[in-house]
């Protein structure tokens, strides 16, 4: 156990990071969240709770203000027995802590639930009062076929109501009640935590479940695009007003529906205050106002194309002459073919769409809501519904109410990532040839295409940033990710979408599990060195291992390639790789991940060592593989048939060392790490000591004779180096040091 500080404003655990500590909160307050959820802890909180099961948190915990927690070492419920031990008081503290945050998750799962209930309830019920305002006004009602989407809510768990009452009181009892029930028996403590952890995550993936349910489901009763039943009310007042009919039964709906909403908490008040003003100034004697109110009733008969191109700004001989490309497009019958003509027709669709594109992007960040058709285009690349299929039409249609599940703290849709980029969160990736938009913008400087003037406005010119984003990263990796090259075309075409979009669909929670799976195996991937120096206290220039995640992002294709398009964000070492996913795939994207995740090794090594990659006397991972294919034919530790496998392997990849060794990883991962073996012996020695299995899989594969040596030759340089460590933060805290966020990541990696 150690004290540790952390600075108001501080991320000191992030989501999918492995668990490596256990906090108590003594001071301060600290904001908890989730991937939809947020709450707020107070000091006695046990941070990282609900995360006692799992390898990595489910979290993000922020400090709110300055904080002092206890920091425990943990990595797995045997660990409690090691914190129980070197203190017996903590037995009844964590107890009571655990059951303390069991129950707030349970109750604040409860308060959601019946919102949920409540809602679905008064939902069905104006819907049902609908029908009968319309009858009594004599006017037809109109087909509402969004409430086919209207279900009450079904949860994954059943909770018994004995469950929560069980943590209530078990929390409000105090620590000497606990103590006596508990008798100090550390099993018993052990599991009580573990069940606690068991039902706070059971509840924390229902609220999630329950928010994202609401989300969708509030917008039949309210929606920003008016396709909702409050609106359907408001036509039929204006209706019935117009034919002279009573309107005050369908007024009074309209108050309930306005009172619901506002007590409801689940809309902005500003956005309902500005929606309900609309209805509260409307002048029912007014025919002027009442043909602008019934313009939207024909809004599911909308032309997609037409909407997208108006939205644009996209006219006159522009728009026809895309048109007139997208029918001549429709009219071919193998688009996979590449004449000609057709490589010109692609052409042209393909400026057309970027066109478009970046015209209505530019639109969007300038604030109003964004219609669905456009949505479609932004994170698909819809742009004709006769092109994309009808049935796929209304799949994406409904999918732009779900692209939540697309975007999180490391995976964004194309179009998110271009609102990062404008809104200053990220920069512009590098072009073609390796150049960031500094390096660009300096470039153009000695060329002479720009004055250092122009460069310094074009450095603080968000528009011009997104631009280059879109010509040079966007553009590029659209087709490659689209994976067939000579016949692609941006506009989403019904030959592309090969079986459902649901199931095509790349989530972020598909990125990260395919993350997760790597990770768990080669434990070291995505942790770089930097330097952490503090003279005072006598450290200068020690090297740190950090974890740096990468981020990726989903282009707006059906496509079956995956790219690795950046190692580092920038020249700073601890800034994440950039990986490149269609947003749709009938590929496995775990392969896909895995494949890229060997071309990141091999890439994230060459920017560390600089022009010495290949130089054999500067050990790495690229030097010692360069050198032992470059000169394979000599190597007496290589039989013939592993020589001609090398042999075949270079030919397939046209002698890139990097191609053949990415073979060789997917190998590594897939095979090797079940202790099926599938590289030769040179390979194999040069991938664990750069790619080494994690703690589980070395203890699972000691008995294997192939590998002992190397496991036991491994463990002891990373035991070693983890007593050096323990030495040098002991010296440091002694002189007053802190054991910051960093260095504890740096002291964990040993142990994975």
């Known amino acids: 156990m150690k004290t540790v500080t952390i600075a108001q404003g501080e991320k000191f655990v992030q989501r999918g990071e492995r668990v490596g500590s256990l906090y108590m909160l003594l001071q301060g307050k600290v904001r908890g969240s989730g991937?939809?959820?947020?709450?707020?802890?107070?000091?006695?909180?046990?941070?990282?709770?609900?995360?006692?099961?799992?390898?990595?948190?489910?979290?993000?915990?922020?400090?709110?203000?300055?904080?002092?927690?206890?920091?425990?070492?943990?990595?797995?419920?045997?660990?409690?027995?090691?914190?129980?031990?070197?203190?017996?008081?903590?037995?009844?503290?964590?107890?009571?802590?655990?059951?303390?945050?069991?129950?707030?998750?349970?109750?604040?799962?409860?308060?959601?639930?019946?919102?949920?209930?409540?809602?679905?309830?008064?939902?069905?019920k104006m819907y049902g009062e609908y029908g009968k305002c319309c009858e009594a006004c004599k006017v037809e009602a109109p087909e509402y076929s969004r409430m086919e989407l209207a279900a009450p809510f079904s949860p994954k768990y059943k909770i018994s109501d004995y469950i929560t009452v069980f943590y209530q009181r078990f929390s409000s009892m105090n620590l000497k009640a606990v103590e006596e029930f508990l008798k100090r028996d550390?099993?018993?403590?052990?599991?009580?935590?573990?069940?606690?952890?068991?039902?706070?995550?059971?509840?924390?993936?229902?609220?999630?479940?329950?928010?994202?349910?609401?989300?969708?489901?509030?917008?039949?009763?309210?929606?920003e695009k008016e396709d909702d039943l409050y609106h359907r009310y408001f036509e039929l007042a204006v209706k019935a007003a117009a034919a002279g009919a009573d309107i005050s039964g369908v007024q009074a709906m309209i108050g309930q529906i306005q009172r619901y909403a506002r007590e409801s908490g689940l809309y902005p008040k500003e956005?309902?205050?500005?929606?309900?003003?609309?209805?509260?100034?409307?002048?029912?004697?007014?025919?002027?106002?009442?043909?602008?109110?019934?313009?939207?009733?024909?809004?599911?008969?909308?032309?997609?194309?037409?909407?997208?191109?108006?939205?644009?700004?996209?006219?006159?001989?522009?728009?026809?002459?895309?048109?007139e490309d997208l029918e001549a497009y429709r009219n071919v019958t193998d688009r996979f073919s590449s004449g000609d003509e057709l490589r010109g027709l692609r052409k042209r669709l393909t400026k057309g769409f970027f066109d478009i594109y970046t015209k209505a992007f530019q639109v969007s960040v300038n604030g109003g809501p964004v219609p669905a058709s456009v949505q479609m285009l932004f994170n698909f690349g819809f742009l004709d519904p006769q092109l994309a299929g009808e049935e796929n039409t209304r799949s994406l249609h409904i999918m732009t109410e779900k692209l939540e599940q697309c975007n999180s703290a490391n995976v964004y849709t194309i179009y998110e990532w271009l609102r990062s980029i404008y809104e200053g969160k990220n920069e512009p990736s590098k072009n073609e040839f390796d150049m960031d938009y500094q390096a660009f913008?300096?470039?153009?400087?000695?060329?002479?295409?720009?004055?250092?003037?122009?460069?310094?406005?074009?450095?603080?010119?968000?528009?011009?940033?997104?631009?280059?984003?879109?010509?040079?990263?966007?553009?590029?990796?659209?087709?490659?990710?689209?994976g067939k090259i000579t016949s692609y075309c941006p506009v989403l075409c019904e030959?592309?979408?090969?079986?459902?979009?649901?199931?095509?669909?790349?989530?972020?929670?598909?990125?990260?599990?395919?993350?997760?799976?790597?990770?768990?195996?080669?434990?070291?991937?995505?942790?770089?060195?930097?330097?952490?120096?503090?003279?005072?206290?006598?450290?200068?220039?020690?090297?740190?291992?950090?974890?740096?995640?990468?981020?990726?992002?989903?282009?707006?294709?059906?496509?079956?390639?995956?790219?690795?398009?950046?190692?580092?964000?920038?020249?700073?070492?601890?800034?994440?790789?950039?990986?490149?996913?269609?947003?749709?795939?009938?590929?496995?994207?775990?392969?896909?991940?895995?494949?890229?995740?060997?071309?990141?090794?091999?890439?994230?090594?060459?920017?560390?060592?600089?022009?010495?990659?290949?130089?054999?006397?500067?050990?790495?991972l690229t030097s010692e593989y360069s050198d032992f294919i470059q000169y394979y034919r000599k190597n007496h530790e290589l039989s013939a048939d592993a020589k001609e496998k090398i042999k075949n392997a270079l030919q397939k990849s046209k002698n890139n060392f990097r191609e053949v060794f990415v073979k060789d990883y997917q190998s590594w991962i897939n095979y090797e790490a079940k202790g099926s073996l599938r590289v030769n012996k040179v390979s194999r020695d040069i991938l664990f000591r750069y790619c080494p299995f994690s703690k589980s899989i070395r203890q699972e594969l000691k008995?294997?004779?192939?590998?002992?040596?190397?496991?036991?030759?491994?463990?002891?340089?990373?035991?070693?180096?983890a007593k050096r460590l323990d030495m040098?933060?002991?010296?440091?805290?002694?002189?007053?040091?802190?054991?910051?966020?960093?260095?504890?990541?740096?002291?964990?990696?040993y142990e994975l």
């Open 271 to 323: 956005w309902l205050e500005r929606k309900f003003s609309v209805y509260e100034n409307y002048d029912f004697t007014s025919r002027e106002q009442a043909a602008q109110v019934l313009e939207g009733e024909n809004r599911e008969d909308v032309d997609y194309l037409e909407e997208i191109l108006a939205y644009a700004g996209y006219t006159g001989d522009a728009a026809t002459a895309l048109k």
């Open 495 to 620: 030959d592309d979408i090969i079986n459902s979009v649901e199931n095509m669909l790349v989530t972020a929670d598909k990125i990260q599990s395919a993350l997760k799976f790597i990770k768990n195996i080669d434990f070291s991937i995505f942790y770089r060195q930097i330097v952490f120096s503090d003279s005072a206290r006598d450290i200068n220039m020690e090297m740190l291992e950090k974890e740096v995640m990468p981020v990726t992002i989903l282009m707006p294709n059906a496509g079956s390639r995956a790219m690795m398009w950046q190692e580092t964000s920038g020249i700073k070492r601890d800034t994440p790789a950039r990986f490149i996913f269609p947003i749709m795939t009938v590929a496995n994207v775990m392969d896909m991940m895995i494949e890229i995740a060997g071309r990141y090794r091999w890439e994230i090594c060459r920017k560390v060592q600089g022009v010495r990659w290949n130089d054999v006397t500067e050990p790495s």
């Open 703 to 721: 008995i294997n004779p192939t590998y002992r040596d190397m496991f036991e030759k491994f463990e002891m340089m990373a035991d070693r180096s």
């Open 35 to 124: 991937k939809k959820d947020v709450w707020d802890m107070e000091p006695g909180s046990l941070i990282g709770f609900s995360s006692c099961s799992s390898d990595t948190y489910l979290c993000d915990y922020t400090a709110l203000t300055e904080c002092k927690l206890y920091a425990y070492d943990y990595r797995g419920p045997e660990d409690f027995v090691k914190i129980f031990k070197e203190d017996e008081k903590y037995i009844s503290v964590f107890v009571m802590a655990a059951m303390r945050q069991t129950f707030t998750t349970l109750r604040r799962f409860r308060n959601f639930y019946q919102q949920a209930r409540n809602y679905y309830t008064f939902l069905m």
């Open 441 to 482: 913008l300096n470039d153009q400087k000695k060329s002479g295409d720009l004055t250092e003037k122009e460069v310094q406005e074009r450095m603080n010119d968000k528009w011009k940033k997104v631009v280059f984003e879109i010509e040079n990263m966007f553009m590029a990796n659209n087709r490659m990710t689209y």
């Open 728 to 749: 040098l933060y002991d010296r440091y805290k002694k002189k007053g040091g802190t054991i910051t966020r960093d260095l504890q990541m740096n002291r964990d990696f």
């Open 186 to 223: 550390i099993a018993m403590c052990v599991g009580e935590i573990l069940n606690g952890d068991l039902w706070t995550v059971k509840a924390m993936e229902m609220i999630e479940e329950l928010k994202g349910y609401m989300e969708l489901q509030k917008e039949l009763l309210l929606d």
